[in-house]
């Protein structure tokens, strides 16, 4: 870990921050909500029931886990909720929920702009009635926008957007644009959602079994509206979803276990579903950020994505892989020379038996009910991509990665032997709990070019330019009024790509 404070009283981020030229933005550090302001804020919105009624669910997880007994838990598979998820050191705690006291203390952090975001607020879709819900995320989004605007010069409130509907988004992108000012919006884009088939009226959601709907492939509603929404409105949709409480991470007893790559695996899921249901092909001025999930998943999914298209785009599929391209011939001389005692006289019956996953289907029914099924062979179809190198170039262009400082993988994204750029997004993720002291942040960040697994110039781009182009390669005001507009001004003519334009 970085030394202590100098001689002079200098943090060690303050330090390594003195030896640049570009200014440092923090894309996702957090604060966390004053409750008892949250609550007044709700009950000026919905009335006192809505502030109880909010109050109560708050509180549900965390004691339903502990009045529970070990066999309890078990039987009902009520995964353990985290213990203490905040600093414990006392000036950090206090910073966390303090917007004048994180604003005074930017320097210390070595940060010049930050965009904070909320921590309870991140993921609204656990709340099941949709008034409540939208009360809740109205009034966070109210008090972040209020509590924040005297400090509008070096920290930017991010809004949060119910994504339970594409229409309860829309309403509170438009609101938080219009009538609060803000310039930057949370998107949920997995959220757990009671299977149809076993889902009855007036049961509690969470009991019923689910699936994981990621908004842009096979959804139950249609968010294209929504990306066209956020088109309009000039903003990037950053997305902070985890997946503690999915079927893999359901452990009863340990949190680590549930939450060791959670964020990493909902923003994998979210991905996939952005990029194979073309979102940014319909939408290519429209960027997607995924946050505190670092950025190892995303060069291991756009490797993996090229090697199954190469293997799985349609020509490659009628080509090489369609059932009915067997010579039953070849197949029944071969079973006869070398089948033995056991197969050399059922070649006919192998045949009626071809694919071990659907016995009692020949080749030719294989083909034929694939190909009258209706649905589109190529899984990349709506993607638009012709070529190996244009599936990966499709994956990194609108796509940005939000990488914790003590993330050592961050040079995956630089390594062009494995693909085309990624872009790395600095995230400090102070107010949490993996943040010990907030003054090291920076340093531990930089400690990559120490090692040697960044250099300058990559550093560059994962603290200022690559949260640049995000935000502000959509909408060219976004840093306007803050202390870094000029360089951000700068940074845009000197880019290659305009203002809003993709390549």
Request: hydrophobic fraction near 40%; proline fraction near 6%; aromatic fraction near 10%.
């Amino acid at each position: 870990m970085p030394d202590a404070k100098d001689a002079v009283g200098r943090s060690p981020s303050a330090r390594i921050r003195e030896r640049f030229s570009h200014p440092v933005i923090d894309c996702d550090g957090h604060w966390t909500e004053p409750i008892p302001v949250w609550m007044d804020y709700i009950e000026k919105i919905a009335g006192s029931a809505a502030a109880d009624a909010f109050r109560k669910l708050q509180s549900g997880r965390g004691d339903a886990w502990y009045e529970m007994s070990r066999a309890e838990r078990q039987d009902r598979r009520y995964w353990r909720p985290a213990w203490w998820g905040f600093p414990a050191n006392t000036l950090d705690r206090a910073t966390a929920m303090l917007p004048e006291l994180m604003y005074r203390r930017l320097d210390e952090f070595g940060i010049d702009v930050a965009i904070i975001l909320p921590t309870r607020n991140n993921t609204p879709d656990y709340i099941q009635d949709p008034a409540l819900r939208r009360a809740v995320v109205r009034a966070a989004n109210t008090m972040q926008a209020e509590m924040f605007a005297p400090y509008a010069d070096r920290i930017i409130p991010a809004a949060i957007l119910p994504t339970n509907t594409p229409e309860e988004a829309i309403e509170e992108a438009e609101h938080v644009v219009r009538e609060l000012g803000m310039r930057t919006v949370v998107i949920n884009g997995s959220l757990l959602r009671p299977i149809p088939r076993y889902f009855r009226a007036g049961e509690d959601p969470a009991a019923s079994p689910s699936y994981v709907d990621t908004l842009a492939l096979d959804s139950p509603f249609d968010y294209d509206p929504l990306w066209a929404t956020l088109v309009d409105l000039k903003l990037a949709p950053m997305t902070h979803s985890g997946s503690r409480g999915w079927a893999d991470r359901s452990s009863v007893s340990n949190d680590v276990y549930n939450h060791a790559g959670h964020f990493a695996q909902a923003a994998n899921a979210f991905a996939r579903a952005v990029y194979l249901g073309g979102v940014t092909r319909r939408f290519p001025t429209l960027k997607f950020a995924f946050l505190e999930c670092g950025v190892a998943w995303a060069r291991a999914l756009c490797a993996d994505l090229v090697g199954h298209w190469e293997k799985r785009n349609r020509a490659a599929l009628l080509r090489n892989l369609k059932p009915s391209n067997l010579d039953c011939g070849e197949i029944r001389r071969l079973t006869k020379e070398h089948g033995g005692r056991e197969l050399s006289g059922r070649a006919d019956e192998l045949l009626e038996n071809i694919d071990v996953l659907f016995p009692g289907l020949a080749a030719e029914e294989l083909t034929r009910r694939e190909l009258e099924s209706g649905e589109e062979l190529d899984d990349f179809a709506a993607v638009g991509v012709d070529s190996p190198e244009a599936v990966a170039a499709e994956f990194a262009r609108n796509f940005y990665f939000g990488c914790e400082s003590d993330d050592p993988l961050v040079s995956l994204a630089f390594d062009s032997r494995l693909g085309p750029p990624l872009k790395p997004l600095f995230s400090s993720d102070i107010s949490h709990f993996d943040v010990t002291d907030m003054t090291e942040v920076l340093a531990e960040a930089y400690e990559l070019v120490e090692r040697g697994l960044l250099d300058e110039s990559q550093f560059r781009s994962l603290t200022f330019s690559n949260t640049v182009e995000l935000h502000a390669g959509t909408n060219a005001e976004f840093f306007d009024g803050t202390i870094i507009a000029s360089s951000v001004a700068a940074e845009l003519a000197s880019s290659h790509e305009p203002p809003g334009i993709q390549a």
